[in-house]
């Protein structure tokens, strides 16, 4: 199984970045994992919500054709760890080939994107910044594969 | 109102250590806020759970005093920001002078620890590294110092 990550803009905090890449390294190691920064809104006022959410959703399409798709919206369900790697695990033994997460941007993902969502998942009740979610959710991306694989994971 | 950060051992992961280093300090210009990284159990195997949470317990127990204590325990209750801003708020209005939050090392806290919370918090369904967890914690503080403040929190 492939896994795909899709969000708009590079991340701009050194430090979560850094944490981003040690992630995805480790991830790499157990199923093939690739990230894909989009096209980001910029120069916009924040009350430009819809034509920046609009931009983005235009990048976004671009990964998203025949992939089982898991959109990240705050209003999604919440699985337990052990919940989220048997439902990967799931997708994984019925051939899926590849999974792709969006993560929105700071403004989170126009309708049209989360309305072709196959799966919409919530990390928390509480609201990350949209950078800090990237590395919550490579870190549970990790730790359900490490679950998969029955390994031991680092606490 | 004062706030207190108490868990066990240094953080290891140099960009997780700086991430949370940035965060105090952002904290620190909405209301004070102070770190104390308390003795951890170290050299011990990971079976050994038991006297591994009472060594790290009697370190926190220092801490406790008369804070009014938040416990983070993955089956403690969920908030959403909002909330959780809405429930320092109410702490800071009824006089708590300290809000003590409590984050256990690898493998949790112990018992004792628990039972003395006078609140027991939980991030999110999945369960993070207790490493990660320092920053999702100091995150969602600093959004509700944020929020309280009225203030414009960069998403």
Sequence with gaps: MRIKIVWPGKTRDQNIMDLQNAYLEKINKLER???IETKEARGLA???EKKILA???NGLEKHMKDDYIICLFDKGKEMHSEEF????QEKKANSVHTITFIVG???GLADGILKRAHFLLSLSKMTFSHELTRIVLLEQIYRSLTIMHRRQYAK
Tied chains: 1, 2.
Aim: hydrophobic share 55%; charged share 25%; proline share 0%.
């Design 46 to 48: 924040e009350r430009m």
């Design 33 to 35: 994992c690739e990230l």
């Design 105 to 107: 941007g700071f403004l």
């Design 85 to 88: 790697a048997h439902f990967l």
């Design 55 to 57: 931009i983005e959703a």
